[in-house]
C-alpha cells in the first residue's frame, strides 16, 4: 500500500500563486505516473496535470501556462506550481499515483485552494 499526501493549499487571491506537493511513501516511486487532479462543488473529477517518469508533461486545456507540474524521484514527490490563479480554479486538488504494470492507484486526502477576493 502506498501513501499519498498533499500539502500547499489555501486561500488566495485571483492572479497570485500556489505551490501544492506530494509526497508517496514508495520504493519504487519512479515507476508511478503522478498526477494532479481536482474536483469542484458540484463537479466531476478531472485530471489537472500528468507526469510520467522520463515521459512527456500533460495538462488540461484550461491551466496551459499557468501551472506547471515537475517530479524529483529521488525525493519520491510531485509538486504542481500554479500561477495567475483564477477563481475558477477553486476545488479541491487530489495528486495520484498510478502504475500500469500491475495495474495500481492511490489517492491522497485532497487539499483545497480556494481563489477568492
Known amino acids: 500500500q502506498v501513501q499519498v499526501v498533499e500539502s500547499g493549499g489555501g486561500l488566495v487571491q485571483p492572479g497570485g500563486s500556489l505551490r501544492l506537493s506530494c509526497a508517496a511513501s514508495t520504493s519504487i516511486f519512479s515507476s508511478y505516473i503522478m498526477a494532479w487532479y481536482r474536483q469542484a462543488p458540484g463537479k466531476q473529477r478531472e485530471l489537472v496535470a500528468q507526469?510520467?517518469?522520463?515521459?512527456?508533461?500533460m495538462y488540461t486545456d484550461s491551466v496551459k501556462g499557468r501551472f506547471t507540474i515537475s517530479r524529483d524521484n529521488a525525493k519520491n514527490t510531485v509538486n504542481l506550481q500554479m500561477n495567475s490563479l483564477k477563481p475558477e480554479d477553486t476545488a479541491v486538488y487530489y495528486c495520484n499515483a498510478k502504475r500500469v504494470m500491475p495495474l495500481k492507484d492511490y489517492w491522497g486526502q485532497g487539499t483545497q485552494v480556494t481563489v477568492s477576493s
Open positions: 507526469i510520467p517518469s522520463g515521459g512527456i508533461t
